[in-house]
């Protein structure tokens, strides 16, 4: 049996709802990769597996909410990303799991980790690229993912938690009902610090022809947040 993760938290998000209240994403991992994610520079960092980290709380844009189940294993589990290094792209770095910091003990499987963070990019640039009509919602992911200069949080597979309501229409069967989050992040300017704060933004691209898990009589949900608002919001 896998021993718990010893708390040593690291504020990724700090956020207010609708109504002002405050909401903290923390992630806990051991203390000595706790220290490698704190370092002043040049610190990449895939976190991904149930025996290395946690995350506590959760994060609001008005009325959604935003959260990480850890324990969640196969395909749909989330994978955090930290980075406070320049000079080379989320993608670059995703590529070499050399160039992970503390890779072993931030992850259960470096390599894998390499190879699974590798198709969610590409997955992103190639959905940013396409034809489609929804490509746009993809842009502006694909461009932090390429960018060398990027700093910040990216979370991918997280809880995105539907309001009941949004734009003054109703959600029907999706209110209230937890959906997968492609990706949440923030962009963070300089180092990660033990209270990290930035704008949230996020992707939702959910569907029943893609096999996600949707209520009965919901085809789609596409949601994007950019600025720590909702910008787009479509179900059909």
């Known amino acids: 049996m896998t021993a718990p993760v010893p708390p040593a938290g690291i504020v990724l ?3 207010t709802d609708e109504a002002g209240n405050p909401h903290t994403l923390v ?8 220290d490698a994610l704190l370092h002043p520079d040049h610190v990449f960092a895939v976190i991904s597996g149930a025996s290395r980290f946690s995350v506590a709380g959760d994060a609001a844009v008005d009325s959604w909410r935003f959260a990480v189940n850890s324990g969640l294993t196969g395909a749909g589990a989330p994978m955090v990303v930290i980075k406070s290094a320049v000079g080379k792209s989320v993608q670059d770095h995703a ?9 072993t003990e931030l992850n259960e499987d470096p390599a894998g980790a390499s190879i699974r963070l590798s198709a969610l990019i590409a997955d ?11 490509s746009s919602l993809y842009s502006d992911l694909a461009a932090r993912l390429t960018d060398e200069s990027w700093t910040g949080v990216l979370i991918f597979n997280a809880a995105a ?8 229409q109703t959600t029907g069967a999706l209110a209230d009902r ?9 962009d963070v300017s300089g180092i990660i610090t033990p209270r990290t704060s ?6 939702v ?7 996600d898990a949707l209520p009965p009589g919901v085809r789609y949900l596409r949601a994007l947040l950019t600025n720590g608002a909702l910008a787009t919001y479509n179900q059909g």
């Open 13 to 15: 998000g700090q956020t």
């Open 27 to 34: 992630l806990n991992v051991a203390a000595p990769a706790r």
């Open 95 to 103: 590529l070499n799991p050399a160039s992970f910091s503390y890779p």
């Open 124 to 134: 992103v640039i190639s959905k940013a690229q396409s034809p489609d009509p929804d």
């Open 161 to 168: 938690t539907v309001p009941g309501e949004i734009f003054g």
């Open 178 to 186: 937890q959906v997968v989050a492609l990706n949440v992040g923030l």
């Open 198 to 203: 930035g704008r949230l933004f996020g992707l």
């Open 205 to 211: 691209d959910q569907s029943q022809a893609s096999g």
